[in-house]
């Protein structure tokens, strides 16, 4: 087999498959199970900011919560002490497994949640992902208000901790480049996600209610990030992990070749086990032998934005090239 391994964080990866937090990563028979097919890191089941301070206030009903439907999220689910099995679970985690274990918190705000990062490092968490879910919904918000809430919980928990610090990030930004470039500056960071994927709402137009829409991903919405993994690479000198869309080889195999460091799965595993995480692993290892590529060094980035043939089809927004004829 050819050499698989990568570098995310400064943490040794055995692979590039890192399983994103989800419902598989709550429990540690889960955990070993995914390790055991092979994943090369687990972003641990995340924990909301609003959970982490409805426990430290012990008064829920008198919290605001900054994401849409996240109090009635808590009131439904919290059950006991969630921070504390929440560091328990770190801790066994840790001890069942030899791959790199992030602790995941869903957050907003700079607020008095963000001393909890540092019980994450002293239970043993490799890294910890920053998962800032920013809608920019609010017209009385600019663009630089929603935007410098990144820059706040950064350094918040930044000067907390000395473990990796790792950003999963909107997609929404008026200058998106320029945001992912300016908060590569910040020394604390040592990566980002791109992006969040958001709970989609569609509409039943026989009962005449708003509703979910599909909450896992397709191979399709894989597109955005490979734009922007190609865009950014080379232009920041920090990793970057292409989230949502990822399903196969094939899908693993483009985001490396747009210059991810790795990619983060969860719908391909609900959809088929954790069995396909070995699978798309042999579907790299074997398309590496066919391309004479021995390891990912070999390739990564080989079609990103610097380096493509016609990079332009990045940038392009309009569809006139190839529908320009179509009456």
Request: charged share 20%; proline share 3%; hydrophobic share 40%.
């Amino acid at each position: 087999m050819n050499d698989l391994s990568t570098k995310y964080l400064g943490l040794e990866l055995k692979n590039p498959i890192i399983i994103g937090s989800c419902g598989f990563t709550n429990s540690v028979s889960k955990i070993k199970e995914l390790a055991d097919n092979q994943a090369g890191a687990i972003v641990l089941k995340s924990l909301f900011e609003e959970q982490i301070q409805a426990e430290y206030s012990a008064n829920l009903e008198g919290y605001n919560a900054d994401y849409p439907g996240a109090t009635d999220y808590i009131r439904e689910y919290t059950r006991g002490n969630e921070v504390e099995s929440y560091l328990k679970l770190i801790a066994e985690a840790k001890k069942a497994v030899d791959i790199p274990i992030i602790a995941s918190i869903n957050c907003v705000s700079s607020k008095e949640w963000v001393s909890f990062a540092k019980s994450v490092e002293q239970q043993g968490a490799d890294a910890i992902e920053l998962n800032v879910s920013l809608l920019p919904s609010n017209p009385k918000l600019t663009s630089s208000d929603n935007e410098k809430k990144y820059v706040e919980v950064i350094n918040c928990v930044g000067d907390l901790v000395s473990i990796p610090i790792t950003l999963k990030m909107s997609h929404y930004s008026a200058a998106l480049a320029g945001l992912i470039q300016k908060l590569s500056w910040i020394e604390k960071i040592g990566g980002f996600i791109l992006f969040n994927r958001y709970y989609s709402p569609d509409i039943d137009i026989e009962k005449m209610v708003v509703k979910s829409a599909d909450i896992l991903s397709s191979p399709g919405e894989a597109s955005n990030s490979l734009r922007w993994i190609a865009l950014m690479y080379g232009q920041i000198d920090k990793d970057l992990v292409a989230a949502t869309g990822v399903h196969d080889s094939e899908g693993l195999i483009k985001q490396l070749l747009a210059g991810a460091t790795a990619v983060q799965v969860v719908s391909t595993i609900y959809k088929n086990g954790a069995g396909r995480i070995p699978a798309m692993l042999a579907g790299l290892d074997e398309w590496m032998t066919r391309k004479a590529y021995t390891g990912l060094a070999d390739f990564r980035g080989k079609l990103s934005y610097g380096q493509a043939a016609d990079a332009a089809v990045f940038e392009r927004t309009q569809f006139m090239k190839y529908y320009g004829g179509i009456s």
